[in-house]
């Protein structure tokens, strides 16, 4: 099981030039694990491709629909009191916007489980570096 952001999720909606690299890493993933806010995360993005005319609504309605089938798919792991406690010490030892912490810290949680991999897919720079500095490794197909 790998850890997805929201920046690695968006290439599987929306046809991109990392979306055929995108998906041969997340066919690999029979279970693979998600934050509780990036489908609001990736619904961001893709309302923000309709604004610059990238995306029409059809389209978007086809976004939206491989959203949901992915949320369903994944391990979500939900907001705790130990996610925000480990966001609050992430921003503090990185350079991360909030919602970049609560990813890590969310990925942070899945430590100890069996299954977990610890492994971050993610495109965000910053981010790949944070979760390198707390012993990630990290797939940026």
Known sequence: MRFWDASAIVP????????????????????????????????????????????????????????DAIVECGVMIEATQAVRAEARRLVRVHPLRAADALQLAAAIQLRGVPTFQPQFVTYDARLALAARREGFTVNAP
């Open 12 to 67: 599987l909606l929306v046809e991109e030039m990392r979306t055929a690299m995108t998906a041969a890493l997340f066919e690999e993933d029979r279970e693979f694990a998600l934050w509780w806010a990036t489908p609001v995360e990736c619904a961001s993005a893709l309302t923000r491709l309709v604004r610059e005319k990238r995306l029409d609504e059809a389209d978007l309605d086809v976004a939206f629909a491989r959203l």
